[in-house]
């Protein structure tokens, strides 16, 4: 079953109103015809069941068969901040993020990251990024597009990511598994969690350092990750976790 978004007031008593591009890949792509169910949910996360009744030019309509849907959301929201990767990496770690139940992705410019994007690269690149966040959520069945936030320097990541009540940050030179265990342990339903990723380069020291006294700094095993591995191991063990919840 085919999954889109629509707007709030997209969405009437009986029936929802697609348009924009969907309405191509409805019609020409999918070539779906009256009577086939799709999966639609609104920008507030709700969720229906619905079988495609008209297809027009500019939109396509669907009848409301169930306004409960199951919701595929976890209990919590997961903050991914990921320092900017080089190459296509950051668009893989978007797709998978988005496939393991994140809840908004922050990029984020630090010392030792490679990439150094000017203003308007960065909002280009945001608005790509974005698009495959979109493409991630119909793929994987989300009930909401998580957000790709505009790329934040790294302090005000920092103070972004203190409003969280669970708090990681993944670190190389950070030895032994049992921090790593009690912070996953200690994630509870509901609870928000902010997830730092290095560069690259690794973290400088001064980084860590501004860090240390407000959140949990963790070992991910005796290996090195890459910048584009380490955010998909901490979401794989938290969407595991928040799910057995």
């Given amino acids: ?14 029936f929802v109103t697609i348009t924009g591009s969907d309405v191509n890949h409805i019609k020409n792509v999918l070539r779906m015809k009256p009577g086939e169910k799709i999966r639609v949910s609104g920008k507030d996360g709700k969720d229906y069941f619905c ?18 849907a199951p919701s595929t959301e976890l209990s919590g ?31 984020v410019a630090m010392k030792y990251c490679v990439v150094r ?12 990024w974005q698009k495959i966040a979109e ?3 119909k793929q994987s069945k989300r009930s909401r597009i998580p957000n790709i936030h505009p790329i934040m320097e790294y302090k005000e990541a920092v103070e972004y990511a203190g409003r969280c009540d669970v708090r990681l940050v993944p670190y ?5 598994m049992q921090t790593a265990k009690e912070a996953f342990s200690s994630v509870g339903k509901g609870d928000s969690v902010s997830v730092m990723i290095g560069p690259e380069g690794g973290f400088s020291e001064e980084e860590i350092a501004m860090v240390k006294d407000d959140m949990q700094v963790i070992s991910l095993g005796k290996r090195i990750l890459r910048t584009d591995t380490a955010g998909i191991a901490v979401m794989a063990a938290l969407m595991f976790k928040m799910e057995m919840e």
């Fill in 135 to 137: 493409a991630a959520a």
């Fill in 172 to 176: 190389e030179n950070e030895r032994g």
């Fill in 77 to 107: 929201k997961i903050y991914l901040f990921q320092a900017i990767p080089k190459g296509d990496r950051m668009e893989t770690v978007i797709e998978k993020a988005v496939e393991l139940g994140v809840y908004e992705i922050i990029p």
């Fill in 51 to 68: 079988a495609v009744s008209e297809l027009a030019d500019t939109f396509v309509q669907a009848d409301i068969l169930n306004e409960d």
């Fill in 1 to 14: 079953m085919h999954q889109f978004f629509v707007e709030e007031d997209q969405i009437g008593r009986e």
């Fill in 117 to 128: 994007l000017d203003e308007k690269k960065g909002a280009a690149r945001v608005n790509r």
